[in-house]
Antibody, heavy 120, light 110 residues
Framework: QVQLQESGPGLVKPSGTLSLTCAVS?????????WSWIRQPPGKGLEWIGE??????????NYNPSLKSRVTISVDKSKNQLSLKLSSVTVADTAVYYC??????????WGQGTLVTVSS | QSALTQPPSASGSPGQSVTISCTGT?????????VSWYQQHPGKAPKLMIY???KRPSGVPNRFSGSKSGNTASLTVSGLQAEDEADYFC??????????FGTGTKVTVL
C-alpha cells in the first residue's frame, strides 16, 4: 500500500519561498508513475500545481501554466521523496498542499495534506 | 484555463440517487476520456472514486458510476448512504500535460 506524507514549514512570509517535501513509502518514486502536487485554499476547490516523472536517466516535469514561472518540482531518489518549491509567495498561496500519485490521468494515492499559511 | 463547473450542492434521502454534473469545454472534458471524480470528507484528503470517465478503482462501491456526454461529465451515487455525505470534485486532463479540477459539489444526505 503506497503512502505519502507531506512535511514542511506551516508559515511562510510574503515574497518568500514555500518548500515542501513528500515522503513516499510502500512503493518506489522511480516506479512508472507521475507524482503530482495539488493544493486547496481553505474552503475552496483543488488546483493542480505540477508533476514529475523520475527515471534512471532523467526527470520529466510539467507545470500548471499559471504557476510555471514560480514552481520547481524535484525528486530525491535516495530518500524516495519529492519536493516542491514555490517562489514569490503571496497570501493567495495559502492552502493545504497535497502530494499525489498519478495513474491513468487521475490521482489514486494522496498524502494527508499540509497547511501552509503565507503571512508576515 | 478555467475550473470545470459543478453545482454547489446536491442532496437526496437515504436510498435515493443523486447525480452531479461537471461541465467543461472541448479542450478538457469533451476532448479526452480522462475525467475522474474525488470524494472528500471534511479535513481529509480527496479519495479517487472514478477514473477514465466510468472506471471504478478497487474497493469503490458499485453505487458510484460515471458517464460523459459532450463537454459534460456526470457522477451518480445510487442507494445513498449517510457516509456518502461529502464534497465531490471532478477533474479532467486538459491537454499539454495539464489538469483542471471542478469547483466542487457538497452532497447532503437528508
Amino acid at each position: 500500500q503506497v503512502q505519502l506524507q507531506e512535511s514542511g514549514p506551516g508559515l511562510v512570509k510574503p515574497s518568500g519561498t514555500l518548500s515542501l517535501t513528500c515522503a513516499v513509502s510502500g512503493g518506489s518514486i522511480s516506479s512508472s508513475n507521475w507524482w503530482s502536487w495539488i493544493r486547496q485554499p481553505p474552503g475552496k476547490g483543488l488546483e493542480w500545481i505540477g508533476e514529475i516523472f523520475h527515471s534512471e536517466s532523467t526527470n520529466f516535469t510539467n507545470y500548471n501554466p499559471s504557476l510555471k514561472s514560480r514552481v520547481t518540482i524535484s525528486v530525491d531518489k535516495s530518500k524516495n521523496q519529492l519536493s516542491l518549491k514555490l517562489s514569490s509567495v503571496t497570501v493567495a498561496d495559502t492552502a493545504v498542499y497535497y502530494c499525489a500519485r498519478g495513474t491513468h490521468l487521475a490521482f489514486d494515492y494522496w498524502g494527508q495534506g499540509t497547511l501552509v499559511t503565507v503571512s508576515s | 484555463q478555467s475550473a470545470l463547473t459543478q453545482p454547489p450542492s446536491a442532496s437526496g434521502s437515504p436510498g435515493q440517487s443523486v447525480t452531479i454534473s461537471c461541465t467543461g469545454t472541448s479542450s478538457d472534458v469533451g476532448g479526452y476520456n480522462s475525467v475522474s471524480w474525488y470524494q472528500q470528507h471534511p479535513g481529509k484528503a480527496p479519495k479517487l472514486m472514478i477514473y477514465e470517465v466510468s472506471k471504478r478503482p478497487s474497493g469503490v462501491p458499485n453505487r458510484f458510476s460515471g458517464s460523459k456526454s459532450g463537454n459534460t461529465a456526470s457522477l451518480t451515487v445510487s442507494g445513498l448512504q449517510a457516509e456518502d455525505e461529502a464534497d465531490y470534485f471532478c477533474s479532467s486532463y486538459a491537454g499539454s500535460s495539464n489538469y483542471v479540477f471542478g469547483t466542487g459539489t457538497k452532497v447532503t444526505v437528508l
